[in-house]
């Protein structure tokens, strides 16, 4: 159910069928593929990233308890989903899309399930921007802890990275003490619950550009499924 004023949206979400903390909390989780796109594929989309000038304009959401759960003002000017992609060249979502298709089966394979993804998005991030922890399908933090946010379907989490000539912008989870720089070129995945909460550090100088997408459990193919009957253990920030 959506609310809406003159200056954000109120929504309530409901939960994904994978439960958080399925997936426990271990670091093997999260899963870099290095040298995933070829070298046509990461020159492409670094020039088309560094060309795009039309970004997308969104509204800010909060949860019925009145937290942001997405803060439009934090992302201005910084994303290009695919609406606003096809505007600046309609050859970048398509190219993603493909990756998307690559990625698809081995994301599959590892984590024993059936997925579908997310739609196509750049973002760049300039100096002085930063990402606190967060996870990617849920609050994690205070009464809020565990709530939907508002994208309760972001199971797990994906990033290319398109470019690193820039200082900063390490990507870290707290939790599995686990801190790096990404690779250009490379693919990253893991899972979008709160034990696996993760952060930007602060871009010193240079532009940094991504492209985040998020995939949508559809079945658990393994043995073991997820029961509606059983509270997974999840790790919060205070480590309880």
Known sequence: MNTTNNNYTVVKRTPSITPSGFFGSGKEMIVELENFMTSEEVDFLENAAKSISV????????????????????????????PTLDK??????????????RLKPIIEDFYKVKVSPTGTTIVRWLPGHLQQPHA????HEGKDAGLPNDFPYYD???????????????????????????????????????????????????IR????????????????????????????????
């Open 156 to 206: 797990l989490s994906s990033l290319f990275y398109l470019n690193d000539d820039y200082e900063g912008g390490e990507l870290y989870f707290p939790l599995q003490n686990v801190k790096f720089k990404p690779k250009r070129g490379a693919a990253y995945f893991f899972p979008g619950d709160m034990n696996y909460i993760h952060g930007v550090t602060e871009i010193v100088s240079g």
């Open 55 to 82: 970004w997308d304009v969104t509204e800010t959401h909060i949860n019925e308890n009145g937290t942001v759960v997405y803060d439009s003002g934090y992302w201005k000017d910084r994303v290009a989903t695919s």
């Open 136 to 139: 990617d399908k849920e609050l």
């Open 209 to 240: 550009y991504t492209c985040p997408f998020f995939w949508e459990i559809l079945e658990h193919t393994g043995d073991i499924k997820p029961d509606p009957n059983k509270k997974y253990h999840r790790v919060l920030m205070d480590g309880k």
């Open 88 to 101: 600046n060249d309609p050859n970048i979502a398509p190219m993603i899309a493909k990756l998307f298709e």
